[in-house]
């Protein structure tokens, strides 16, 4: 078979359809599918526990309008310069000794440039994979060169998100486009890089749109191993700063939509679980949601690790165990 890669067209209206005719279910019936396809090619008592780091923080030259590193607004976050190996290792042992098998690092760049920082975060992959755990980062846009470099260097996953639908982008950052972040995810496809790829939602845009983000996911060829589907964290100073919540059940809908339109993809529920009820996250859980963030995020606090653990073992969840 030929190497699959992913396709930069727009989705199908097949999976559009299908997408929105999903996300318009009744809630329970909707959930009640998920949960099945689920459990035919998933354990639905696994959950993968990742752990985020910021190697470099702030001063970002992007202006998506969600974002606390974007040098753009006037979120007064403290910015920080790379960060160097040691301490990337210590953090690598703080995430296992927590319970999470997955560091990811993630970098306030546009782009990765050739150079010693690139050079000292392949080194950072290095030793994430020393200390037994799997090496995610996110750090921008990429050349097909730089994927295989983080592959040479032991990188499992790239994140790198469509964040949105093509419709409501240039609503939400207007310093790059749609199809640049599909060729970056091409280049880490060719490298043979696992795709972590996913968004956000509550951005102000009509369920129609989560309908077109979701198809453009699934219609990736092939589609992301890992889609993480973040709910926006407000940020002050942000353009997005004032947005109204999404209610409890769209976020539901996203997790079981994408679970039945991806099958055999891990769906991540990602920022934003600090603002939902233990409720809301069972459902998300039962509907196929399988990976979480422990801890901190990358400028934001994150849910209290203390809380993770009661809620994990009241539903009878347990972290995937690669020791
Ligand atoms: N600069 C790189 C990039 O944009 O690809 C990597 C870091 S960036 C912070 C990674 C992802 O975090 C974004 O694509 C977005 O989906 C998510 N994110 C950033 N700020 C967020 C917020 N306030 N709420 C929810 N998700 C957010
Ligand atoms: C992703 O989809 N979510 C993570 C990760 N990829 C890098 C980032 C969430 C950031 C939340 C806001 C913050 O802490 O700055
Ligand atoms: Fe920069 Fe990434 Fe934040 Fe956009 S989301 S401003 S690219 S750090």
Known sequence: ????????????????????ELLDRPLLELVYEAAS???????????????????????????CGYCSQSAHHGSGLQKEKLTDVPTVEAEARRAREAGADRLCLGAAWRDVKDGPDFDRVLDMVRAIKSE???????????????????????????????DTSRSHYAEIISTRTYEERLATLEAVREA?????CGGIVGLGE???????????????????????????????????????????????????TARILMPTSVVRLSAGREDMTEEAQALCF?????????GELLTTPGRERADDAALLAKLGLVPVDRS
């Not at 030929?2 to 299908?18: E, H, K």
């Not at 309908?211 to 997005?240: K, M, Q, R, Y």
């Open 1 to 20: 078979m030929a190497s699959a890669s992913p396709s930069t067209a727009a989705p199908s209206s097949a999976t559009l359809d299908r997408a929105l």
């Open 286 to 294: 039962l509907a196929g949601a399988n990976s979480i963030f422990l």
């Open 132 to 162: 037994g755990l799997e090496a995610c980062a996110t750090l921008g846009m990429l050349t097909r060169e730089q994927a295989g470099r983080l592959r040479d260097a032991g990188l499992d996953y790239y994140n790198h998100n469509l």
């Open 192 to 196: 043979g890089v696992q795709v972590c």
């Open 206 to 256: 009509s369920r129609r749109q989560r309908a077109e983000f979701l198809a453009e996911l699934a219609d990736l060829e092939p589609a992301p191993e890992s889609v993480p589907i973040n709910s926006l964290v407000p940020i002050e100073g942000t353009p997005l700063a004032q947005q109204e919540p999404l209610p409890w059940d769209e976020l539901v809908r996203m997790v079981a």
């Open 37 to 63: 396809v689920h459990r035919q090619h998933h354990d639905p008592r696994q959950v993968q526990c990742a752990h985020l780091f910021s190697i470099k923080t702030g001063a970002c030259p992007e202006d």
